[in-house]
């Protein structure tokens, strides 16, 4: 019998990376995003390798929407709680709420209630492994980032509390916790300004989302008695949100 994996915030970057890699690891895996098209796409690809792939079109920011979509779903072994995002780069008394809303209510709350429906399930079944994708942002505060970077310090509390609270169900949690990777994160971050984007990295050879996916492949193959609670990933020329090395030339 297949594994089963659940991704959230599968359309691009490190969701739908990991979804490719899980799939190649045997995993029958279901995504989920808000762009139907692009979950096709990822179906297909899975498909056309001889995976198993299921899509789940939704906004995991409405409650409703999560419980609609995932109490049907059966076992579920391992999820990762990937959707996510940053909107927005401006001091504090200059951000847009809207902005706000859209990193809480997707960062947070929708950790949340994906998790608060797919756990019950893992622990009926005696087992399971849950990785949250945190950011270094999670204990890093830096300038023009207080709300992303709250919402990323309450990812990184809640996956410590979460890890203790399932200890004993046998759930695995591991948080991973990013430096530069480069996705749509940054373009989607400057509301589609993709030249302010891409010099972000300039410079930079950053992380892709297939790193990512690949730390996800190799914690989740770890044996019953051992788990990672905390990775921290960043590209070689990054020590911290504040120390990069940029090459000029």
């Not at 893992?122 to 492994?129: K, L, N, Q, T």
């Not at 410590?160 to 971050?189: N, W, Y």
Request: charged share 25%.
């Amino acid at each position: 019998m297949k594994k089963e994996a659940l991704i959230t915030g599968a359309t691009s970057g490190i969701g739908r990376a990991a979804a490719l890699r899980l799939a190649k690891e045997g995993y029958a895996v279901t995504v989920t995003g808000r762009r139907a098209e692009r979950l096709a796409a990822l179906k297909a690809e899975i498909e056309a390798a001889g995976g198993r792939c299921t899509t789940l079109v939704f906004d995991v920011r409405s409650e409703e929407e999560v419980r609609r979509n995932l109490e049907p779903l059966g076992r579920v072994d391992l999820l990762v709680n990937n959707a996510g995002l940053a909107a927005g780069l401006e001091h504090i008394d200059q951000g847009d709420t809207r902005d706000w809303d859209a990193m809480i209510d997707t960062n947070v709350k929708g950790l949340l209630y994906v998790t608060r429906v797919i756990a019950p399930k893992m622990v009926a079944a005696g087992g399971g492994h849950i990785f949250n994708i945190g950011s270094i942002a999670g204990t890093e505060a830096y300038e023009n980032g207080a709300v992303y970077c709250a919402s990323k310090h309450a990812v990184h509390a809640i996956s410590q509390s979460m890890r203790a609270d399932l200890l004993s169900a046998g759930i695995k949690v591991t948080e991973i916790r990013p430096g530069m990777v480069e996705t749509e994160f940054s373009e989607v971050r400057f509301h589609g300004d993709k030249e302010r984007a891409d010099a972000v990295y300039t410079g930079v050879e950053p992380l892709t989302g297939d790193d990512i996916a690949e730390a996800i492949a190799w914690a989740a193959q770890l044996p019953a008695h051992m788990n990672v609670n905390d990775m921290v990933l960043m590209p070689a020329q990054q020590a911290g949100a504040y120390y990069t090395y940029r090459k000029t030339k």
